[in-house]
């Protein structure tokens, strides 16, 4: 068998993406809670208003609300994250659905609006604890190992609003002592924890809506603050239960040159250094890699580290490196050819119907690649296909293409384990459907579990097993033998 035996086959949800119920048994709302769907550049944005009640929209996680300015939500609009697909009240059955599939593991991720919904001050909302006990107690009646995700994108609003989010440090400290909470009080039902999800894309929005070199200079502080808190919470893991896993998580973003012109292939490099490897790198060996300098010089950013945040993020290297992988791009230095949509398009490869251009082989070479760098155990958090399914009348949904995209995704993942990768698991996104984090849709759908929920607000929230579900389970049986 290619796999190992104890091999974490399972999938992904995501608190702000999948539990709705956003305001109630004390969770506070989050920047998820005002997003919109997203606008004509494919973008989502939020609300705000200022003390002198002029209004704007800001955009996702782009760390550029105005000092001052207050999120709201608008009358009569639609805010998918609301109610989501309401997991906050439908968590045993889903968690059985998934029981049923096999799964050994599930990645979900802990809202912090939940815990510490007004800030360590205001004390922890008990109620948010006991409802994250019940899922971690639910999914270990399956034999479920959670992967604990601890920050995805979902901190309370008043954090942005009056702190300025991720750029004040003492964030750190509120991170810190809420992971300190979930690491106490479910020690021993969750031994695998990841501390911060795709760590790497908010650098990547701040520098896409940036406006002046003060806003990268915050967006870059932002992420050295959240690798010193990550690096804080791996010490503070291994302390309390010397069994915990600890690892961190970057979005794949991987690319070919698309011609082979050799400063294509440079460039190439240069953004895998400035997307990717600056991030894993520290939170995989422990410090700054030494092109970080020249990446700083190039964006007129000046990044001092204090020999407090070196000596923790040295004391604070990860067990396990994640990351998440959909699909590839290609980077020139020339015009392209065509495009689809806004990417260069590779001749080579399908596309889904949002554009992501499909790319198994290019699967097997991140995990090569990934491997080769670190030696040390990876874990895939995150692979899988956007799609539009139908529900058809007698309840099934017949959804082959996602099959065809997981067939091939794990077959390449099989071939790279075969040729010495060592691999904990795979968790492919979303399980169960959700709202899309990058378009605020529900049409577009991931999950092996179809939910009846609809962009319109309507739906019954029904579950549903497609198609994917039942091949699902046979490769889990089969230990990912059989993917007929
Ligand atoms: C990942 C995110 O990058 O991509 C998920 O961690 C997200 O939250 C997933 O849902 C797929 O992206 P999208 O925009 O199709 O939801």
């Not at 912090?112 to 205001?122: D, H, L, Q």
């Not at 459907?433 to 607000?457: N, T």
């Amino acid at each position: 068998m290619a796999f190992p035996k104890n091999f974490l086959w399972g999938g992904d949800i995501s608190a702000a993406q999948i539990e709705g119920a956003w305001d109630e048994d004390g969770k506070s709302p989050t920047e998820a809670d005002y997003l919109l769907g997203a606008d004509k550049n494919s973008m989502r944005v939020a609300c705000y208003r200022m003390p002198d009640g002029t209004e704007g929209k800001v955009p996702v996680m782009s760390g550029m609300l105005p000092k001052g300015a207050k999120y709201i939500l608008k009358d009569g609009v639609f805010y998918p994250n609301h109610k989501a697909t309401d997991f906050y009240h439908h968590y045993k059955e889903d968690i059985a659905l998934l029981g049923e599939m096999g799964f050994r593991a599930l990645n979900l991720s802990i809202s912090w609006a939940r815990i510490y919904p007004y800030g360590v001050e205001k004390g922890v909302n008990q109620k948010g604890v006991e409802f994250y006990r019940d899922v971690l107690k639910e999914c270990r009646k399956y034999g479920i190992e959670p992967v604990v995700t601890l920050y995805k994108y979902d901190m309370s609003a008043f954090y942005i609003e009056d702190w300025g989010g991720w750029s004040n440090r003492k964030l750190i400290d509120e991170y810190v002592e809420f992971a300190r909470v979930c690491l106490t009080e479910y020690k021993g039902l969750a031994t695998i924890w990841n501390t911060f999800n795709e760590i790497n894309v908010p650098l990547m929005l701040c520098k896409m809506v940036h406006k002046t070199t003060a806003d990268l200079q915050r967006g870059y502080e932002e992420i050295h603050n959240q690798l010193v808190a990550s690096a804080k919470v791996v010490q503070l893991a291994h302390q309390i239960d010397p069994d915990n896993k600890v690892g961190c998580m970057c979005a794949g973003c991987f690319a070919y040159p698309y011609t082979c012109d050799p400063n294509d292939f440079l460039k190439l490099q240069q953004e895998a250094q400035a997307g990717f490897y600056l991030f894993s790198d520290v939170f995989v060996r422990g410090y700054y890699p030494s092109y970080a300098k020249s990446i700083f010089d190039k964006e007129g950013v000046v990044m001092n580290v204090s020999e407090e945040d070196k000596a923790d993020l040295a004391a604070g290297k990860v067990d396990y490196m994640a990351f998440s992988y959909y699909n590839s791009s290609c980077i020139t230095t020339h015009e392209a050819d065509a495009t689809v949509k806004g990417s260069i398009k590779n001749p080579y490869l399908d596309a889904s119907e949002w554009g992501w251009q499909i790319d198994p082989v290019g699967f097997k070479r991140a995990l090569h690649e990934l491997y080769d760098r670190y030696q040390l155990p990876l874990l895939v958090i995150e692979n899988g296909l956007g799609a539009q399914d139908t529900l058809e009348a007698d309840g099934t949904i017949h959804d082959p293409y996602r099959v065809d995209y997981m067939k091939r995704h794990i077959a390449a993942m099989k071939e790279a384990v075969e040729e010495g990768v060592d691999l904990m698991g795979y968790t492919m996104w979303s399980c169960i459907d959700l709202v899309s984090a990058g378009s605020g849709e529900l049409r577009k759908r991931y999950g092996f579990v179809y939910v009846d929920a609809h962009d319109d607000g309507t739906g019954t929230f029904k579950r549903y097993r497609k198609d994917s579900f039942w091949w699902y389970k046979k490769v889990i049986e089969s230990n990912g033998e059989d993917l007929g």
